[in-house]
């Protein structure tokens, strides 16, 4: 079974502040997504990374896949309070079927005024 | 619709009972899953339906869980005699494509489920 970390787990910041959330992994995985999910919605998909070394910015939102695609860090600048979410990473395992999401345990972000 | 729909949002029943969940997804998508997410944790991988493939039943945690799609269409998930460590909720996505390294999923906003 391909597991996926999630760190930290919690986080709670200012508005305006900048921080980076984690997703690691002892296996490789062909490509990696992150989910972004609000209270009583599903997640939402914010972007796939599929090359090792990819990254890939959206606004504030910068991704980074490893060289080696077993881990990948979501980088936010200048948070506003609209970033406050879960933060769910998945990744598509390398036995060639992208069916089967393997997903972490999310990291809850809190974004404060 | 422009979305996943699921239905009920919230369902709350007694131990031992039966409940059926419904999930609409998006017109045209082939592929349909189902999760189950626990409070503040990430998902959790029940059972997947590619057109008319015998379904990826992998991730089902015990026979009291069933599901099934008519087609392309309508999706249920049935749990049989409900128990408290069922509570949580239940997502269903849907996909168009589906390649070796993308997979783009659609998510309906859940079923909250409750076992009392």
């Known amino acids: 079974t391909q597991l996926l970390e999630q760190s930290p787990q919690f986080l709670s910041i200012q508005e305006g502040e900048n921080l980076t959330v984690y997703c690691n992994s002892s296996?490789?995985?062909?490509?990696l997504q992150w989910y972004r999910q609000e209270p009583g919605e599903g997640p939402v998909l914010l972007v796939t990374?599929?090359?090792?070394?990819e990254v890939k910015k959206l606004k504030r939102l910068t991704f980074q896949f490893g060289d080696a695609r077993k881990d990948s860090s979501l980088h936010i600048t200048a948070a506003q309070t609209g970033d406050t979410g879960l933060y769910l990473c998945a990744g598509v395992p390398p036995t060639g079927s992208a069916r089967q999401l393997t997903f972490g345990s999310g990291t809850q972000l809190t974004v404060l005024p | 619709g422009a979305g996943v729909s699921q239905s009920p949002s919230n369902k709350v029943t007694e131990k031992g009972k039966d409940v059926e969940l419904r999930c609409d997804p998006i017109?045209?998508?082939?592929?349909l899953y189902w999760y189950r997410q626990r409070l503040g944790q990430g998902l959790e991988f029940l059972i997947y339906f590619q057109g008319n493939s015998a379904p990826d039943k992998s991730g089902l945690p015990s026979d009291r869980f069933s599901a099934e799609r008519t087609g392309e269409s309508v999706s249920t998930l049935t749990i049989q005699r409900t128990q408290q460590e069922d509570s949580a909720v239940y997502l269903c996505?849907?996909?168009?494509?589906?390649?070796?390294?993308?997979?783009?999923?659609?998510f309906g906003p859940g079923t909250r489920l409750t076992v009392l």
């Open positions: 990374v599929v090359t090792g070394g």
């Open positions: 296996s490789v995985f062909s490509s």
């Open positions: 017109s045209g998508h082939t592929a």
């Open positions: 996505a849907s996909s168009l494509v589906v390649t070796p390294t993308y997979n783009e999923q659609f």
